[in-house]
């Protein structure tokens, strides 16, 4: 990547944008060129190759079967991992973020193979289903403000010892599993069960894949205040008394 130049990849808009994730990639990108980046956006479909020289990668959600096809074919193509061992960074949404994980449980009740590019196995859960929106403070190595988002899934989502968890709920389910956790990352994979879309209630998320695939500590400021309401009204909307 040059300096003022970007790429931006949309793995499977076919089968993992359900739920309104793809704003994610909206988002990075229209910061990215409020700031002077020329910004090459691909969308990559699910019968064609994931390209392997994309700087950040983005994951949306989606229902249980195209999620098992995702998983099935991302793992053929291996496109992403490549990408991921040459430094790119990537970004998933729920079911994006069940398949970068080593294994979750399929539309046929089975134990499905993922890419293991983020320590963590999902399994289902079996009370009531995560629907709601949720409130976290995210990683403070992170430097990120609250987050807030909306969550929609059955899967209980555990983390293993090299994955850090990507916030800790103040409102809502998260991963599921008891412990406050929501989400997880390493050094360039995160992953999350927000939805929203996420990056349009908490743009400084798209900031910090920025930031990463950029390798700055900082990028030039620009016009918030559209976001900022945005947030404020989100937040508002869920602490307020039912």
Not at 35 to 42: E, I, M, N, P, W
Not at 43 to 52: C, N
Not at 111 to 137: K, P, W
Not at 147 to 169: W, Y
Request: aromatic fraction near 6%; charge should be negative; glycine fraction near 12%.
């Amino acid at each position: 990547m040059s300096d003022n130049s970007l790429r931006l990849v949309w793995v499977y808009p076919d089968l993992l944008s359900t739920y309104g994730d793809q704003g994610n990639a909206l988002v990075v990108e229209r910061r990215a060129r409020q700031r002077g980046l020329d910004v090459q956006r691909v969308d990559v479909r699910s019968d064609q190759p994931i390209p392997t020289s994309g700087d950040i990668y983005l994951i949306g959600g989606g229902e249980d079967r195209p999620q098992r096809l995702a998983a099935e074919r991302l793992l053929r193509d291996g496109g992403l991992e490549r990408a991921v061992s040459n430094g790119a960074i990537v970004f998933s949404v729920c079911a994006g973020y069940q398949i970068l994980g080593k294994e979750f449980v399929n539309d046929q009740g089975q134990r499905q193979e993922g890419l293991g590019l983020l320590d963590v196995v999902t399994v289902r859960g079996e009370g009531e289903r995560c629907v709601g929106d949720v409130l976290a403070d995210i990683d403070p190595r992170l430097g990120l403000p609250q987050l807030t988002g909306f969550e929609n899934h059955q899967g209980v989502t555990h983390l293993g010892p090299t994955a850090k968890p990507f916030a800790r709920v103040t409102m809502g389910r998260g991963n599921g599993t008891g412990d406050g956790t929501e989400g997880a990352y390493n050094d360039t994979v995160f992953g999350t069960y927000m939805h929203g879309p996420v990056m349009a209630r908490n743009p400084q998320i798209a900031d910090l894949l920025l930031k990463l695939a950029l390798d700055v500590n900082a990028l030039p400021a620009i016009d918030d205040r559209w976001y900022e309401a945005l947030r404020a009204e989100r937040i508002a909307a869920a602490t307020q008394p039912a």
